[in-house]
């Protein structure tokens, strides 16, 4: 499959904690460790602004196109428009999670797990919602999206369903229930990305299970054991997922069945795929994006970067594939 890379930039080096890029409305918005937020062209690359909130991001970067978000290291949740910075208020507890900005609001996840609106405007608190949970919390980057008007976070090992206006949970569907007897074999936390087609969102349960819930009635479609601890990617017929040993899975997005397993990948250091058309994307900690066929795994084509470990899944803007590394190189390539 020809390939070719059309732009690549530097940002410095990434957060610790596992970031993608963010795709939308015709940029890349992308983060450094140092506090750097930058929303790039996605056809040339070249900045659209670039910003300094001044002190080390826990999260990658959520917005709507027009309003960024992002959060401190300092438990900061900081607004951005363009380039500015418009408000920033002290979150309750640490969280892991990139904020969604959607319908003028600003969404977040924290570690304490909570899930809590802000005005996009003000930045005033609107309305929280607590949930009980395991005592241990993952340092990764969990789920949190929009479907329809119900807002979808992962919470322990559910995907839950709440009501944007004032936080009511309107459903809960377990992707797989804690066992052990211990707190860490017990931690069941649900991982970014996930995969949504429609109503359809399938998500990883971390070191536990994959599953898909249908979010317009809050219920389970299917559950299958899967060991891998970053998140999936699918198409409307199947769902991706890198195991934590390297293997790259393929399952019915129907009914979960397996489609196909390869094993060359073993021991690479795998990112979550990202699905795009006949291909699936995926990064290694050599630096290396592979792409694969859809159809049965079989290895289409390896791109290079910097040869520093590619962080977070690969993302789609446009025609445009952008990753970026853990020495802050963002690189993108448009197939031939």
């Known amino acids: ?39 790039l062209d996605a056809e040339s690359g070249k900045d659209v602004w670039r910003l300094s909130v001044g002190a080390p991001l826990a999260t990658g970067v959520g917005s709507d196109g027009e309003t ?14 363009a380039g500015k910075e418009s408000w920033r208020v002290r979150l309750s507890a640490r969280s892991f999670t990139a904020p969604l900005v959607a319908g003028r609001r600003v969404f977040v ?12 405007q003000t930045g005033a608190r609107l309305w929280t919602q607590s949930r009980p949970g395991e005592p241990l919390v993952l340092r990764q980057a969990g789920v949190l999206l929009a479907v329809g008007d119900t807002l979808v976070a992962g919470l322990s090992g559910r995907l839950t369903g709440l009501n944007p206006q004032n936080g009511a949970v309107r459903w809960e569907a377990p992707i797989a229930t804690a066992r052990g ?8 936390d649900l991982v970014g990305s996930v995969s ?3 109503n359809s969102v399938c998500a990883r349960a971390y070191s536990a299970a994959v599953g898909c819930v249908d979010a317009s009635r809050g219920s389970l479609a299917w559950s299958k054991p899967a060991q891998g601890t970053t998140g999936v990617h699918g198409d409307d017929r199947l769902v991706f997922g890198s195991e934590a040993d390297g293997r790259v899975r393929a399952w019915q997005r129907s009914n979960g069945d397996a489609a196909w397993t390869i094993e060359r990948l073993k021991f690479r250091d795998l990112t979550a795929p990202l699905s795009v058309g006949r291909v699936v994307a995926v990064g290694d900690g050599a630096g290396l994006v592979h792409l694969l066929s859809r159809e049965d795994g079989s290895e289409m084509t390896r791109l290079s970067t910097d040869g520093s470990p590619v962080i977070g899944a690969p993302v789609l803007a446009g025609q445009t594939l952008v990753v970026q590394t853990l020495n802050g190189g963002v690189y993108a390539w448009r197939p031939q």
């Not at 978000?69 to 607004?79: F, K, M």
């Not at 899930?115 to 996009?120: E, K, L, P, Q, T």
């Not at 007897?181 to 069941?188: A, F, G, S």
């Open 1 to 39: 499959m020809g390939t070719q890379l059309v732009w690549s930039t530097q940002l410095g080096a990434a957060p610790g904690t596992v970031v993608s890029p963010l795709a939308v409305g015709g940029r890349v918005f992308v983060v450094g460790a140092s506090g750097t937020v930058a929303a």
């Open 68 to 81: 960024a978000a992002v959060i401190t290291q300092e438990n900061e949740l900081v607004a951005i428009f």
């Open 109 to 120: 996840v924290t570690a304490d797990r909570a899930v809590s609106a802000f005005d996009g």
């Open 181 to 188: 007897t211990n707190e860490v074999e017990r931690l069941v």
């Open 196 to 198: 949504r087609v429609g």
